[in-house]
């Protein structure tokens, strides 16, 4: 009975000791195995993200939950190496944020559900280029950085009128974000907003330039839902006659791509937090329709069709501020909700 008794407490002390083990984090070395994927020395990698992007954290605290935040993003990105092999996925700065915090960086909200937007009229398709570029004829000025500020629709919506306009004139203008976060109020500034919605804001008022008013750009520190409207009248710059939703219809989008100038594009934008270069075409896009970003061409690498976008996370994202998508299979519902403007 004594020797019963005591090979069960020594089993009790090691379940003990087993289960205090568990809930400490082992930050010299970390093995986390999931679906076959094998993540060796997370704490190795995290060491080196911190050095590279300059990231700082002030205490223990912060320093260790950052590190599993980044642990399970790593997975994350190993099993996205094997989804998506086209494409190069990798650690990018949003590596050691939450699901709740890279939302920060997108921003795409439905206005509302039953408006009625004119359909863009439906153009011919049989001599479209092989490949097209705005990039390449003008109409697009710099990758700019929305910050931590759902405000991608307003950035969707001055690169389709900063095209539009440039095809006009002659001249390209960077415009004013700012001023759709503070003014548009059928929109949520940095809650989230819609570029149709938006584009009903342009028609009516128009916009400033951006060096008139300028983005109120707080890097990764949480921005206002927005501030007080400065709007001036007398400044404004670009206008726009209507706009339009374009076909979901891919050779139509392209035909309007090439006619009209860059097109605004709402898509599901998670999987872009990993994005380093290549042409993405996931299986899976997680996530709802988030991100707005500006279509501004097209082309064709090693027999693979692709969609050129801007982004709004500056020009050390992706490909020097943008990326790319496979064509001609609606990816990441990139179809859904693309738009136009006339002047």
């Known amino acids: 009975m004594a020797k019963a008794l005591a090979i069960i407490l020594v089993g009790l002390l090691i379940l003990v000791i087993c ?13 986390q195995v999931t679906d076959n994927l094998e993540v060796d020395d997370v704490e190795g990698h995290f060491k080196h993200f911190m050095q590279k992007f300059g990231k700082v954290y002030g205490t223990t605290e912060e320093y260790v939950h950052r590190l599993k935040v980044f642990q399970a993003n790593l997975v994350h990105v190993m099993s996205l190496k094997k989804q998506d092999p086209t494409a ?18 997108l921003g795409f909200r439905k206005a509302y559900s039953n408006r009625v937007v ?3 009229p439906l153009l011919p398709t049989d001599n479209l280029p092989e490949a097209f570029d705005w990039r390449e004829h003008g109409a697009v000025t710099p990758v700019k950085f929305q910050g931590r500020c759902g405000s991608c629709w307003t950035f969707s919506t001055t690169g389709v009128v900063e095209g539009a ?13 700012e001023q759709l976060i503070d003014c548009d109020y059928k929109d949520n500034g ?4 819609d570029m149709l919605s938006a584009y009903e804001y342009v028609k009516a008022r128009g916009l400033e330039a951006d060096e008139d008013y300028p983005y109120e750009e707080l890097g990764y520190r949480h921005k206002p839902v927005r501030g007080p409207c400065r709007y001036q009248p007398s400044k404004v710059v670009a206008t726009i006659a209507n706009y339009s939703r374009v076909s979901e219809d891919e050779d139509q989008i392209a035909a309007n791509l090439v006619k009209n100038g860059p097109l605004s594009i709402a898509l599901r934008g998670n999987v872009l937090f990993t994005y380093e270069g290549g ?17 501004v061409g097209y082309g064709v ?10 982004n709004s996370w500056t020009d050390e994202f992706g490909e020097n501020g943008y990326f790319r998508l496979c064509r001609g299979v609606g990816v990441c519902d990139m179809t859904s909700e693309v738009g136009t403007v006339s002047t």
């Open 19 to 31: 289960c205090s083990s568990s809930n400490r984090l082992d930050i010299g070395k970390i093995r």
């Open 88 to 105: 190069i996925h990798g650690i990018t700065s949003f590596a050691d944020l939450t699901p709740e915090e890279l939302s920060r960086f």
């Open 118 to 120: 004119n359909q863009a």
């Open 165 to 177: 306009n440039f095809l006009k004139t002659g001249k390209l203008i960077s415009l004013s974000e």
């Open 190 to 193: 940095c809650e989230g907003g």
């Open 279 to 295: 042409v993405a075409c996931p299986r899976i896009c997680p996530g709802e329709i988030n991100h707005g970003v500006l279509l």
């Open 301 to 310: 690498e090693n027999g693979l069709r692709y969609w050129t976008f801007k």
